[in-house]
């Protein structure tokens, strides 16, 4: 049975108004123009020098453009939007309260919900919008619906109630970042964190806040480390931010783990004939895996 997690670590921020989609558009990595009723997108919102600032997903629900982000970092978020609101017609409000944000995880996720399983695909529900997820489609699905409407959607669609270690295990296991837990802000470049291959680049859209850093990064082959899955093989979790040793050289850093794995920020010349070398963190031995979905 697909099981429902209250993601009480994500609010929501709506974003409306005549000029709403040209704001959005000129600010952050992904086409903004895609996003419909029946689409959601991931993207991120860079500083001028392209490095990370905030990731988040975009949905549109009556009309407006709601964005699923870090609950914790929304008021700086929208501060840093309304910088560039200027003369343009668009309303940037905290929906925090009126929406709660939802993950429904499970092989049979997707068919519970009615979809085919593609990335990104949405469709209205009472109280608002459910997806899949954006950047992988084995991550399951996203539902930001009004918190009056939230036991009524997990009810109608026989979902179970699930548990956030549960969903940090997949998300890890298949190398998907969780914002600031596994991306450092004003540090992060976005393909180190494979935003390309998980969709929340568009390459042919016009320019945004950071995109000549990111089109160099990319065309010019700049990347030198990758976010990537390791497994914990013997001893206990590292810490995050624990240093990752080769031959007690450092090459990398522990971000988020769960369930006997983590993900890494490793420098890519650290993978070079590993069955000749150990990689530590902490008092434990660390096997990098790459995903499938990685080209590097």
Known sequence: MPAC???????????????????????????????TPER??????????????????????????????????????????RLYKLRSKVEIEDAGDRYAVLAVTGDDAADALGFAGE?????????????????????????????????????????????????????????????????????????????????????QKGCYMGQELTARTKYRGLVKRRLMPVKILDGEMPAPGTPILRDEREVGEIRSGAGGMALAMLRLNALEDLEHAVLSAGGATVLPVKPDWASF
């Open 119 to 203: 990335a990104g695909a949405a469709k209205e529900v009472e109280g608002g919008t459910v997806f899949v997820d954006p950047r992988h489609a084995g991550l399951g699905a996203r539902a930001i619906v009004r918190k009056e409407k939230r036991d009524a959607f997990i009810a109608d669609n026989g979902l179970s109630e699930g548990s956030l270690q549960d969903y940090d295990c997949t998300r890890i296991r298949l190398g998907v970042p969780d914002g600031t837990r596994d991306m450092q802000v004003e540090k992060t470049v976005l393909l180190e964190a494979g935003f390309d291959e998980l969709h929340g680049v568009d390459w």
């Open 40 to 81: 959601a997108i991931h993207a991120a919102f860079l500083t001028a020098q392209g490095k990370y600032l905030f990731d988040f997903f975009i949905a549109e629900v009556a009309g407006a453009l709601l964005l699923d982000c870090e609950a914790e970092r929304l008021a700086d978020f929208q501060k840093r939007l």
């Open 5 to 35: 997690i209250d993601l009480k670590s994500r609010a929501v921020l709506s974003v409306s108004g005549p000029d709403a989609r040209k704001f959005l558009q000129g600010l952050v990595s992904n086409d903004v123009e895609k996003v």
